[in-house]
């Protein structure tokens, strides 16, 4: 094992939050290690399926529109200094019952934060995009800065701009531990050596329990499918016609993207459930299989509201939300230990904030605090939850109490 490589900052796990991290460090002039169990990207997570949604309009909390500004902001300069596209703008629709929380809420957003909007009822939105098929009822909020971003080529451009500006990374590496030293340092222990830092960031998804035992009630890791469908109108379901989606309506809150992948794999429109069955599971052993009840629980939906877009079935996967209660993340130091902080609980809708959460880290792991509001994301909220006692496969030196959560910052 390797006993003397040191670094100013070690991060853990390498997706969306992780890479993000791990550039804005190196470029910060830090000498960074990034660390991932698995290659680099990869499908075994959350930070995978060809395409996500970025939106403006956000129903979610107003506390977002920032973040999502500065995102917006972070992908546009990533992809000038990587050369390639990461972000295509299609337009956004939040639809729902007009007293329901995903039209109120976006609605409000745009009202407050003066973001140019329309709002449609199901006829205007089905003259508009035909490829939607609401419910009379149904109202959408039209926001046209929204669109997708390709996830694969994200990650792979900050890891890659990442080790540009001097950073270490290894794959295929998994961490099995770490502890506090004497001297306030970290000591962060893999199937491939020992190394110490100032600071760890753990951002380690669907593991984030594994790596912070006492995160086991708060960042809880869920099986989710998705599918892709050939549309049977294809001209109106491309980048032009069909704006990203969120959806509520009776069966649920739903998901979707227009049929679009530059790399010519998996055409087809994508769509997905939240929490789509309600399965907590391991990351190590969650069920990768798909099964008949996965396709029919999204078929049906496809074939209701979208039926010109419900044709055969392409393609499914299986991916992992990992959800706090609130949904909201968790962004924070931890309590009682300074040197270590963590990105986690993004509940299936923070990889459009990716870029901005990397910065978010790095500013956690430099100085321990960062001019971006985290309110809503610290760990305080979770006081009451926050497990003590077993600390599963890792060693360290926490306090295994929230005595200190009343005077965080």
Not at 223 to 251: D, M, S, T
Not at 308 to 333: S, W
Not at 362 to 382: C, K, M, P, V
Request: hydrophobic content about 40%.
């Amino acid at each position: 094992m390797n006993l003397n490589k040191h670094y100013n900052a070690i991060v853990v796990g390498l997706g969306g939050m992780g890479s993000a991290a791990l550039y804005h460090l190196a470029k910060r002039g830090s000498n960074a290690l990034g660390i991932d169990q698995f290659e680099i990207p990869h499908a075994l997570g959350s930070s995978h399926g060809l395409t996500r949604i970025i939106r403006l309009a956000y129903y979610e909390d107003l506390s977002y529109v920032p973040l999502l500004r500065r995102s917006y902001e972070l992908w546009a300069e990533l992809e000038r200094e990587f050369g390639e596209q990461l972000f295509y703008q299609t337009g956004s629709i939040d639809m729902g019952p007009a007293e329901g929380e995903v039209f109120r809420g976006s609605l409000r957003s745009c009202l407050e934060n003066d973001f140019a909007h329309e709002v449609l009822d199901s006829r205007r939105l089905s003259l508009r995009f035909p490829g939607y098929r609401m419910p009379a009822q149904t109202m959408a909020v039209f926001q046209p800065q929204g669109g997708l971003l390709l996830p694969e080529l994200c990650i792979s451009a900050h890891a890659q701009l990442a080790r540009h500006h001097g950073a270490e990374i290894h794959s295929g590496e998994r961490v099995l531990g770490w502890e506090i030293l004497a001297d306030d340092r970290v000591a962060l222990r893999t199937d491939a050596g020992r190394y110490i830092a100032e600071k760890l960031v753990i951002c380690g998804g669907a593991w984030a329990y594994k790596l912070v035992p006492q995160l086991a009630r708060v960042a809880v890791p869920e099986r989710q499918a998705l599918i892709w469908l050939a549309p049977k109108q294809p001209a109106w379901f491309g980048l032009e016609r069909f704006p990203v989606w969120n959806a509520q309506v009776e069966e649920g809150r739903y998901y979707g993207l227009p049929e679009f992948n530059p790399s010519g794999e998996t055409p087809g429109m994508k769509l997905g459930r939240y929490h789509h069955r309600g399965e907590t599971c391991d990351p190590d052993s969650v069920d990768r299989a798909l099964y008949e009840a996965d396709e029919a629980l999204l078929r049906g939906f496809a074939e209701r509201y979208f039926p010109d877009g419900a044709g055969e079935t392409l393609d499914m996967a299986v991916c992992m939300f990992t959800n706090t209660p609130d949904e909201h993340f968790v962004l924070d130091v931890l309590p009682g230990a300074p040197q270590v902080s963590v990105a986690a609980g993004f509940s299936g809708h923070g990889f459009k904030m990716a870029s901005v959460v990397g910065e978010i880290m790095a500013d956690l792991a430099q100085r321990g605090e960062t001019r971006h509001d985290i309110a809503l994301h610290r760990l305080a909220r979770f006081r009451h939850l926050y497990h003590r006692g077993h600390r599963g496969e890792v060693s360290c030196s926490i306090k295994d109490s929230f005595s200190e959560l009343a005077d965080h910052p």
